[in-house]
Every structure is written in structure tokens, then in C-alpha cells.
């Protein structure tokens, strides 16, 4: 069965030889241009399907600019967590809403300046040490 997971319908039910088939083998990250695995489904009005990669750093990179709100974050981070073996704790919404706000304005003026990932890195490492609860505010 084709891999890619589609936002609210589930895996792609192709039968290809290979992972992906002939369309999502096509499909790439928006945010790295490399094999794309899902479509994000957040929604507003309407499904957003934009097609991304699992990297953490494409995740969040795509929910600074179009969907900044704490509960995206907390899932995904929570998600890289669990992927990395740590178990997650409760999270506060309060301290993540300052942290997005503090992140999206970098990105805002990274714009033309050309956006690197390693203020994703930090707020990764930051966050997983909250998530741990190995540190308090
Ligand atoms: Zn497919
Ligand atoms: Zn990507
Ligand atoms: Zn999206």
C-alpha cells in the first residue's frame, strides 16, 4: 500500500511496487522540496493538505507560518518526542502561545534573509526539555 497519509482520508489506497505510488512518489515537502509522507491536516475553514515530509523542522517550519497555535506545536513536538523515545508530560499551552509568538516574529524577519533551521533546533531542544519535565519555568 502507498504510504503517504492523507489529511482526513487516511493512507493512500494504491497498491504500488514500491512505498509511494505514481502521483505521491511526485509529490514533494513544501518546505523541503524532498519526498512529501503526509498532507498537514489542520483545518480552519478548510482542510489545509499541504504535503510535507516528517521532518520535525518541515513540520513546524510550515505551522509557524500558516498555522501558529499552540495545539500544533504541543502534537508535534509531543510526536518527535515520543519518536525519540522520551515520554512526553503535561505541557503548558501559556509558555508555548510566548514561544510561537517569539518564533514566528524570527521567522518574519528572516524573510529574504534566508531562514535557517536551527531556531526549529532550539526550540526543539528547549521544548523536549520541558516536555520531560526536567525543567520548570
Ligand atoms: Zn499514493
Ligand atoms: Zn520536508
Ligand atoms: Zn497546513
Known sequence: MCKFNRAWIG???E???KDYCEVHAKTKCSVCGGQAEF???ET???VCGTPLCSDVRCKLS????HHPYADMFIKCIEEEVERQGYSAVEVKKETYRKRIANLKEIKNDAVGKGWD???IDDFIKESEVKLRGLEED
Do not use: G, V
Open 11 to 13: 493512507i493512500c489506497k
Open 15 to 17: 497498491e504500488p511496487d
Open 39 to 41: 498532507e498537514c491536516y
Open 44 to 46: 480552519a475553514q478548510f
Open 62 to 65: 510550515h505551522y509557524i507560518t
Open 117 to 119: 533551521y536551527s531556531m
